[in-house]
């Protein structure tokens, strides 16, 4: 829609509160205590100059987000791509992960990380059909990932190029 705009902001930016309550409450959800023993991310690692955190508004309103950070020197990782049910099966999963890959990628990055939960087939679906290359074994139940040695995380890789395209 024409009314979409990035903006790039802070995850404590007050107009996008909800937004992230939901993204936290939609893996309460599915996953219940599963990730409860992982320490909260800091969120000052989505700050420039390594990382950013956008969100597509719609009429001024949240409808979208993601992020990334620095991972290594030259891979940034993605994180925090959610839509709202309510909003889903329009594309805006993609335009997010697009306008990260594009934003890394002029920052310097030359490949992309993330990872995805194991009861998120949609997410891997998305990845997967954006030249993600998984760094797990697809064909097994995802819920192997779930149990020793594996910590319920599925790992996936791309490599940016110069031509990502403009969102």
Same mark, same amino acid.
């Not at 219940?32 to 023993?37: A, D, M, P, R, T």
């Not at 993330?114 to 949609?122: A, D, K, M």
């Given at each position: 829609?024409?009314?979409?705009?990035?903006?790039?902001?802070v995850p404590e930016d =007050?107009?996008?509160? %909800?937004?992230?309550?939901?993204?936290? &409450?939609?893996?309460?959800?599915?996953?219940?205590?599963?990730?409860?023993?992982? =320490? $909260?991310?800091?969120?000052?690692?989505?700050?420039? $100059?390594? +990382?950013?955190?956008?969100?597509? /508004? #719609?009429? +001024?309103? =949240?409808?979208?987000?993601?992020?990334?950070?620095?991972?290594?020197?030259?891979?940034?990782? /993605?994180?925090?791509?959610w839509t709202h049910r309510?909003?889903? #099966?329009?594309? /805006?999963?993609?335009? *997010?992960? @697009?306008?990260?890959?594009? !934003?890394?990628?002029?920052? &310097?990055?030359?490949? *992309?990380? @993330?990872?995805?939960?194991? #009861?998120?087939?949609?997410? *891997? &679906? @998305?990845?997967?059909?954006?030249?993600?290359?998984? @760094?797990?074994?697809? #064909? /097994?139940? =995802?819920?192997?990932?779930?149990?020793?040695?594996?910590? &319920? !995380?599925? $790992?996936?890789?791309?490599?940016?190029?110069?031509?990502? %395209?403009?969102?």
């Amino acid at each position: 829609m024409s009314d979409d705009v990035f903006i790039q902001t802070v995850p404590e930016d =007050p107009l996008i509160a %909800p937004f992230i309550q939901g993204l936290f &409450g939609e893996y309460r959800e599915r996953y219940g205590e599963y990730f409860s023993s992982q =320490p $909260p991310e800091d969120d000052s690692v989505f700050s420039a $100059p390594d +990382g950013t955190f956008i969100v597509l /508004l #719609r009429n +001024g309103a =949240p409808i979208a987000m993601g992020a990334y950070k620095r991972y290594d020197e030259k891979t940034a990782e /993605l994180k925090r791509i959610w839509t709202h049910r309510s909003l889903r #099966r329009q594309g /805006l999963a993609q335009k *997010v992960l @697009l306008e990260l890959e594009r !934003r890394a990628a002029e920052y &310097g990055y030359q490949e *992309v990380f @993330l990872t995805t939960g194991f #009861r998120q087939p949609e997410a *891997v &679906g @998305l990845y997967l059909s954006h030249g993600y290359q998984p @760094l797990f074994d697809t #064909r /097994l139940d =995802p819920d192997v990932y779930s149990r020793p040695p594996y910590d &319920g !995380r599925l $790992p996936f890789t791309k490599a940016l190029t110069a031509d990502v %395209p403009v969102t």
